[in-house]
Every structure is written in structure tokens, then in C-alpha cells.
């Protein structure tokens, strides 16, 4: 077990040194790096102070040594546009995300889940149909299209919720969220609600076909010529079959929803550090860009390790697979 | 059920007198099966169709600016132009141009650049998997390692980070769709081909001594086909939807060829304003097509799956 | 046979595909005495792991009894209602499975897999229940039962597992157990020594044992009584002497015949010419009659169940002398 768990995370860090790596020759190898981190309305003579500064006259390989270092204390350069360390401000945008794609993980997996448990017991019934053709629906929509339909509906037609920020906070762990107070919900609703429909609907599907997939098994069978009832049936020998590859789907698809809550941001105008993505592009704000880059690749190998190793813990015949049969 | 199945097959021996269907017809019969399915295949071919003949069908070209009467902006669904008369059946935008035209141009975009980079990434994908299955070892891991970590990451990421470094542009969108789709093809064809070689039929064609390419071709690839239908379809939805989604964020396609995403971005501001049909209108147009993409491809899904035969 | 615990009378199971009407299980009739064991004899496709699932209601959609009455103590099972058959399932009637692989749930313990069939049927504490099924573990020949309950399917062998299986179809001491060719899996030795584990628990506890399976030689060693099923039919049934020395229809003779051990040595295998007919489209009267060389015009009429001798069972107008 022990072994596993450094295995994985040593390739983790592998990946990270390689992305990284990848990252810098886009920026400074690749693209021009003067254009990309000295700002665009500098003249030239900023540009060359700049660009001493910034050691972009040495060899590449001094460039990605200090690149190296620099990034390891955290230093990813400064926003042009706020004057302020890049990673700072990632990291001030950061909760707000992470709290969207929170609620919306959980909204989606409160009801995604039992609507395709309901699907994969009957699924030529009148429910089980409208819950596969609704979870169609669900992940065709595009993203910001549901969006602009709940905007529509909510706050311009019936006026119940706000439409974009995240009003009121309250402080969790020194942390400020928003599910905790009244006014913080009511803007959380709707953004939270669009980026789960999407995972919804994924869920939904995956646990539809993986309950049809584990009923025709013969250990289903085994389990009703002992008599047990048809709850004990489902909920003890089908669900823990299934929710192996859905746990690791809901894992890894976290990273998903960190992403595409970008967008949700955008048309919600919700302060996380995907609205600040997009509003560095457009203002091209590229150290900012960078560290968002690099934050981002962190938490994505973060999640797929820590989804590796619980994968190994919920399926029993990985964890022992050293464990000779007698 | 799988005991019936087993009875049922062995139930039918070799010389059955009742004529046994060819393998499309069976197929087509198994995909009729689902009205869901066949009402998704008839919008999406009338969808085509009006695209592809957007210029004939359309009532006004919306980027030829002599056409436009600015007068007539922000017009309501249905209401008329009060120099040329004609009816704006979906409402103009605040530019004056017709809704309903702009649909039908912004569709045919849409279509041609989803289509053209599902089918470079898929050649891309095929020729990658092929080799990276046909030859193994190294060349095996290092291709799949490099899509591994790829498809580790969101593709809308990806996109956007692409598409930041690179700027706009029509070729930069679809250079960015084929990157970010070009592993799913990679990592289907090279499971799909692995399992084929090591079936009998690939060692009998090696012991006659046949060039690898006519092994490849010949007959690694048809069997890798019909997996590699299914992820094109769906992969055809989701670079709609994606290309879509990075018109809006406006770092798609530039304003002079607009794409469904990009007019659903001009109508958001005014949104809040009640002025809803210049996002409304493209948006539906976009749902429809993604929709009725992922109807036919749910079925051939449920066709093509040899665990739940039937 | 006075008070058999189980009757089957008339037994039909259908299989109502878009192909067509599948004839799985087609007028069958036996009955077993307590403590008696039961072949049921038959190639692939014969019916008879269907009926063995008939007997205890586990036959699922496009399939269902259409006809007959499965009487198991007494009482008719085919009239139970989901609730009742559950009480009865691993209780009075259990079921051992082809494949134990498969049959446990790989990622249960075998405690948890154990403990919920006795709490199935039984009111006792987890402890009790779990001490249960240790000593049943031991029963069926598991060392170190009680760390092996803590285990996991896949660290059994086949073997192993089979044995497991057989330990949890004896927890609530069934009056019948039916096991579906449970060592058809697993190695010839092991098989061997299954059998006799098996034969032995039946007749230590009194309970009765329908054995399905389509080897010959596994039913002369373990059985009292035989049934030769073809196409969904019982064709010939009788005491296992009876049947393996004096067969009186032609498909148990060419069965045995076909046996390789009872071949000659250097003698051309025998060899029952044609296939076995599509249960789809079986041919009016006798199944057998195509492959058949005592086949007469009177064959093409369905030839009726009777009993030319006593316990002898027989469908056939023209048997062997």
C-alpha cells in the first residue's frame, strides 16, 4: 500500500515537472517572452530594463533555471494589470471556485446518483426513459447557454434570484464562503446549479449503465437465490460495484468542474479565478495567465493522486493484488 | 438476461432455413428501434441541409452591410422592417440583421469548423493509435503517455490556454479542437487494435508475410471502426459545444465569420434588459443540433455495445 | 414415493423473444425422496439449468412458468408471491452456481456474504451468525475458517470458492439444494473430491440434491436417481443402475456410448450424427427423431410420458429392447 502510494505520487510530481517544463518553453521558448510578460503598453526603454529584469537576455537554460527557482519560492511574476504578485491573486480568487465547484459536485451527485440508480432498475419504464432522454438534455446544453436560460428565467422574468456576484460572506477557517449565509445562497443557486448540470447529467447516465451492467451479473442472481430482498440486493451488492468506477469518475471530473466553472463564472460575474482567467486573455495579463496555468496543473495532479489512491482503497482486488491466492 | 442468451444462440444452428440479415440491415433494425434516436437523425440531416444551403435559403445575407438597415435594430421577433418590409421572423440584432439569417450562417460555421476538426483529429488520432498499437514498446508508451496526460486535463482548458497563446482565428480554433480531441481517437483505436492483434486472424496474415501497412490497413483497421464511430459522433457534439463555449468567452472566431457562440455572446448584454432573442434564438439553434447529435449517438451507443446484446 | 420433498408436475418455462417462442423448459415431471440425490442429465441447450432456475423463481423477462406446479414440501412455489418466494429462497431451497467467480460478489468479504444469508431467514445477533458460518466453512473442509471469513473472493482458489458456495447453499439447512454444474469449472481432481464432500453432507443432514449436469460419469458415481433431458424434455428417468446398464431410450444409449471411456481402444469414437434442434423451432413430435436410428412414422406423433416399469421413467415409442 505504502509502495503504491509513493509510486503514484512520485509519477505525480513527474507530470508536474513535465508540464511545467512544457509551460515554460510555450512562454519563453516558444512565444515571443518579451511580448508575453513585459506589458504591451511599455515603450522600449521599459522593455529593456524589463527584459534585463527579467533575465530574458541570458541562455535559455539560465532562464529556465531561474524560472525554476523562482516558481518553487512562488514567485510567478506580476499582474500587469493589478500590480500585484500573479500567484497572490490566483490565490485570493480561489475559494470562490472552489466553493462553486463544491456545491455544484455535490448537487450533482445528490441527484444525479439516485436518478440513475431509478433509470438502471427500470429502464424501459416511463421514468427511467424521461430520466435518460432529460440527461441528454442535461449534457448537450451547452454550459453558458443554461446559464443565459436561468438568468432569463430567474432574474429578469420572476426576479428571484440575482443574477451575477456572490453577495454576502461569512468567514469559514479564515476562508470567506457563501453557503453560509442567506444572501450568500441566493447567489450561489443559480451558478452552482448550471456548472452541476453537466455532471448531473454524466452521473446520472454512468450510474444507469453501470446498475443494467451489474443486474445481468451472476453474483445478482447468487444474491436473490439467498433470499435477500430486493433493498439489500441494490443498495449492498449492485451500489458497491458501481460506485468503484463512479467514485473515480466523480474525482476526476472535479478537475473538470474547476474548469468549466470558468465559464459559469463569466456569465454569472462570480469573483473566482476562472472570471479572472478570462478577463486576464482579454486584458493580456500573461504572468497572470501563467500562474493560473501552473495553480491549476497543481490541483489537477493533486486530485488524480489522491482519486488513484482511494481507488485502490474502495476495489478490494487492487489493494491486495501482492496478496498471493491459496 | 445471459442464460436466454446462451439458449437462444445455441437454440439457432448454422442451417437455419429462416434468411439470416446482413449485418447493416440488422443494425439499421436495432437503430430504429428508438423513435428517440430516428427523430434525432431526422433533425440533425434537416439541420445539415439547411446549413449547407444557408446562402439560397436564408432571407438575407447578414454580412453584406448594403443589406442592413440599422433602423432596424432590436427589432422583436416577428416584427417588419420598415424600409425593405420583410418580416423579421426571429427579431434582428442590435446591428439590424436578421436573426433567422444569422442562425442559418452562424450554423453552417459551426458545423464546417466542429466537422473539419473531428475529422483532422480523427485521421490524427487513427494514424497515432494504429502505430502506436501496431509497433509497441516504446513508441506504444510514449504516445499514450503523452494522451494520458492530455486527457487527464479538462479540454476547455487546454483550449483556452491554446487559444490565449496563440490569438484567434478560424484555423487557431480548429487547431486547438484537434489537440484537445485528437487523444480520444488515439487512446479507442490503440485498445481497439490491440485487442485484433492478438485475435488469429492478424497471426495468419503475418505468417503469409504480408506488409505491415496491408495488416494495418486491411485488417487491423475495419475492426477498429465501429468503437471509432461512436467517439466521432459524440466527439462531433462536444466540439460544437466547445467551440461554442470559447466564441462566447470571445476568444473564438473573429466577428466577421460568427459562429453560434459568438452571436450568443453579442446578445448577453442585453440580456438583463429583456431584449432576449439575439441570444435566445442562436442558443436554441445550438441546442438543437448538439442534441439531436447526442440522440443518434446514445442509440448507436446502446447498438454497438456487445455487453448488453440482447 | 411417499411425501417427496420436491414434486415437479408439468413443468413449463417459455422464452418469448422477438425471434420467436423459445420452448426452454417443456412438460417436465420428477420428484425426489428426502435425503436422495437426483441427476439431471443433459447436453447444452437441454433445458435443464433452466429448470433447476424454474424451481426456485429466478427466471427473468422475456421468460416465464407458463404452466405446471413445482410442489417443494408440499406446497406449490409457482403460486408465491414475491415476498413468499424470498422466505423460501435459501431457506427451504438453495441453489449452488456453475462459476463461484462469479457468483460471489468480488468485492464483498465472505463474512458479509456469508452472515446476510443466514440473517436473511434467521433471527440471531451478527456474532451468531457469524459463528455459523465459520463452523459451516469448516464443514465443507476450510482451514482456518475464521481468518478466511475476513477474506475476499478472489483470494480463494476455484475450488475454494465452489466449497464456499456450498457452505453458504447448507447455512439455513435447505430441504433441497440444486447445484448447477458446480464442478464443471474447476479441476478434474478437485472435482472429484467436491463430489464426495458433497454426496457425503447430503447424507449427513437428510437433504435432497438435484445435480445438474451433462457428464454421464459425474452422475454414476454420485447419484440415486437420473433424468435424461433432450430439447426440454425429460426423455428417459429411472435409478441410476437402472439407467446406466439397461437404457431404455436411444439418446441415453448413444449418450453412453459416446462416454470415451466405454469406447474400445482403437475403435472410431462414437458419435451421435446431426445437432441438437433449435428450441425455436423443434420438430413436431419427437425431438430425437432425426438423429435418431430406431426413428418409425410413429415418431412424428409426440410420444407420451409413461412408465413402462416401476420407477422407470420413458418418452419414447420405440425404445431399445
Known amino acids: ?326 | 438476461m445471459k442464460v436466454p442468451a446462451a439458449i437462444v444462440e445455441e437454440a439457432l444452428p448454422d442451417a437455419s432455413p429462416v434468411a439470416v440479415q446482413g449485418p447493416w440491415r440488422r443494425f439499421a433494425t436495432e437503430f430504429a428501434e428508438s423513435r428517440l434516436a430516428l427523430a434525432g437523425l431526422a433533425l440533425l440531416a434537416a439541420i445539415v441541409i439547411v446549413a449547407v444551403a444557408a446562402p439560397i435559403v436564408s432571407p438575407q445575407n447578414p454580412y453584406d452591410l448594403a443589406q442592413l438597415d440599422v433602423l432596424d435594430s432590436k427589432l422583436a421577433p416577428g416584427e417588419h422592417s420598415s424600409s425593405t418590409g420583410m418580416t423579421y421572423w426571429l427579431g434582428t440584432d442590435d446591428q439590424g440583421r436578421d436573426m433567422l439569417s444569422g442562425i442559418l450562417y452562424g450554423l453552417r460555421i459551426s458545423l464546417i469548423v466542429g466537422a473539419s476538426s473531428t475529422l483532422i483529429a480523427l485521421a490524427l488520432g487513427l494514424a497515432l493509435g494504429l502505430t502506436a498499437a501496431y509497433f509497441g514498446g516504446w513508441v506504444d508508451t510514449l504516445v499514450m503517455r503523452i494522451a494520458d496526460i492530455q486527457l487527464s486535463f479538462p479540454a476547455i482548458l487546454i483550449a483556452l490556454v491554446l487559444l490565449a497563446l496563440m490569438g484567434q482565428g478560424a484555423g487557431k480554433i480548429v487547431a486547438a479542437l484537434v489537440t484537445v480531441q485528437w487523444a480520444y481517437y488515439a487512446r479507442t483505436v490503440r485498445s481497439a487494435a490491440l485487442v485484433e492483434r492478438q485475435k488469429e486472424y492478424i497471426e495468419a496474415a503475418r505468417g503469409l508475410a504480408l506488409s505491415r501497412a496491408r495488416i494495418v490497413f486491411r485488417h487491423l483497421l475495419p475492426n477498429c471502426l465501429p468503437p471509432l464511430i461512436l467517439v466521432a459522433t459524440v466527439q462531433v457534439a462536444h466540439a460544437i459545444s466547445l467551440e461554442a463555449t470559447l466564441s462566447f468567452l470571445g476568444l473564438g472566431l473573429p466577428i466577421t465569420e460568427p459562429s453560434l457562440g459568438l452571436l450568443i455572446a453579442n446578445g448577453f448584454q442585453y440580456l438583463l434588459s429583456g431584449t432576449y432573442w439575439i441570444s435566445f434564438y442562436p442558443g436554441l439553434a445550438l441546442l438543437a443540433t448538439i442534441v439531436s447529435i447526442n440522440l443518434v449517438a446514445d442509440q448507436l451507443r446502446d447498438v454497438l455495445n456487445p455487453r448488453l446484446r440482447r | 414415493m411417499s411425501d417427496p420433498v420436491l414434486q415437479v408436475e408439468g413443468l413449463r418455462t417459455h422464452f418469448f423473444t422477438r425471434e420467436g417462442v423459445v420452448k426452454a423448459v417443456d412438460d417436465v415431471s420428477f420428484a425426489i425422496g428426502r435425503g436422495r440425490i437426483l441427476g439431471l442429465v443433459g447436453e447444452s441447450g437441454s433445458g435443464k439449468s433452466m429448470t433447476g432456475y424454474s424451481i426456485l423463481g429466478l427466471v427473468d423477462p422475456p421468460g416465464r412458468i407458463v404452466s405446471g406446479r413445482v410442489m417443494l414440501e408440499g406446497r406449490n412455489l409457482t403460486d408465491l408471491s414475491p415476498s413468499e418466494w424470498r422466505k423460501v429462497r435459501g431457506n427451504r431451497v438453495a441453489m449452488i452456481f456453475q462459476d463461484p467467480m462469479m457468483t460471489l460478489n468480488p468485492v464483498l468479504r465472505i463474512d458479509t456474504q456469508m452472515v446476510e444469508a443466514v440473517r436473511a431467514h434467521r433471527d440471531v445477533t451478527r456474532d451468531e451468525a457469524l459463528e455459523r458460518c465459520r463452523a459451516a466453512l469448516e464443514r465443507v473442509g476450510i482451514a482456518s475458517a475464521g481468518e478466511r471469513l475476513r477474506q475476499y473472493p478472489h483470494q480463494f482458489s476455484g475450488g475454494m470458492r465452489q466449497r464456499v458456495a456450498i457452505a453458504i447453499a447448507l447455512l439455513n439447512q435447505p430441504a433441497l439444494i440444486i447445484a448447477d454444474e458446480p464442478t464443471t469449472a474447476l479441476d478434474v481432481t478437485v472435482q472429484g473430491q467436491i463430489l464426495a464432500e458433497v454426496q457425503a453432507l447430503c447424507r449427513d443432514s437428510g437433504t435432497s440434491l438435484v445435480w445438474i449436469t451433462h457428464d454421464l460419469s459425474v452422475v454414476a458415481g454420485l447419484a440415486d436417481e437420473v433424468c435424461v433431458m433432450y430439447a426440454g424434455r425429460i426423455v428417459e428417468s429411472g435409478s441410476v443402475d437402472e439407467i446406466l446398464d439397461r437404457p431404455m431410450h436411444p439418446y441415453t444409449r448413444a449418450l453412453l456410448d459416446s462416454v470415451p471411456a466405454r469406447n474400445a481402444p482403437g475403435r472410431p469414437l462414437a458419435q451421435i450424427r446431426g445437432m441438437t434442434p433449435s428450441l425455436m423451432r423443434l420438430p413436431p413430435g419427437c425431438a430425437f427423431r432425426e438423429r435418431c436410428s430406431r426413428a418409425v412414422d410413429a415418431c412424428r406423433a409426440d410420444p407420451a410420458w409413461r412408465s413402462p416399469a416401476a420407477g422407470r421413467g420413458l418418452r419414447c415409442v420405440n425404445p431399445l429392447p
Open chain 1, 1 to 326: 500500500m505504502i509502495g503504491f502510494t509513493l509510486r503514484r505520487l512520485g509519477q505525480g510530481l513527474l507530470v508536474m515537472a513535465v508540464m511545467s517544463t512544457l509551460v515554460f518553453v510555450g512562454v519563453y521558448a516558444i512565444g515571443n517572452p518579451v511580448e508575453l510578460l513585459v506589458n504591451p503598453q511599455a515603450d522600449d526603454a521599459e522593455r529593456a530594463r524589463a527584459t534585463a529584469a527579467l533575465g530574458l537576455d541570458k541562455p535559455l537554460t539560465a532562464q529556465f533555471a531561474t524560472f525554476v527557482v523562482r516558481a518553487l519560492q512562488g514567485d510567478l511574476g506580476r499582474s500587469f494589470v493589478y500590480n500585484v504578485p500573479a500567484i497572490q491573486l490566483i490565490l485570493d480568487k480561489l475559494p470562490a471556485t472552489l466553493e462553486l465547484a463544491a456545491v455544484a459536485t455535490v448537487i450533482a451527485i445528490v441527484i444525479g446518483i439516485p436518478l440513475g440508480l431509478v433509470a438502471g432498475l427500470k429502464p424501459d419504464s416511463w421514468l427511467g426513459r424521461s430520466i435518460m432522454a432529460g440527461s441528454i438534455l442535461g449534457f448537450s446544453l451547452p454550459t453558458f447557454w443554461v446559464g443565459l436560460v436561468l438568468i432569463m428565467v430567474f432574474s429578469v422574468k420572476l426576479g428571484w434570484l440575482p443574477p451575477n456576484g456572490r453577495g454576502e460572506t461569512a468567514m469559514l477557517l479564515g476562508v470567506p464562503v457563501s453557503f453560509l449565509t442567506l444572501d450568500g445562497l441566493r447567489h450561489l443557486a443559480m451558478p452552482a446549479t448550471n456548472l452541476a448540470l453537466l455532471k448531473l447529467s454524466l452521473l446520472a447516465r454512468l450510474t444507469r449503465g453501470g446498475t443494467r451492467e451489474a443486474l445481468l451479473q451472476d453474483y445478482v442472481k447468487f444474491a436473490r437465490a439467498k433470499g435477500l430482498t430486493p433493498g439489500r440486493v441494490i443498495g449492498v451488492h449492485v451500489l458497491k460495484n458501481i460506485m468503484i468506477p463512479i467514485v473515480t469518475v466523480i474525482g476526476l471530473e472535479l478537475g473538470s468542474v474547476i474548469a468549466y466553472a470558468v465559464v459559469t463564472e463569466s456569465i454569472f460575474a462570480w469573483p473566482g479565478s476562472g472570471k479572472l482567467l478570462i478577463d486576464s486573455i482579454n486584458q493580456l495579463d500573461r504572468p497572470v495567465i501563467v500562474a493560473y496555468l501552473l495553480v491549476t496543473l497543481a490541483i489537477f495532479v493533486t486530485i488524480n493522486f489522491v482519486v488513484d489512491v482511494l481507488y485502490s482503497f474502495l476495489d478490494p482486488r487492487v489493494r491486495l493484488a501482492a496478496a498471493p491466492a491459496h
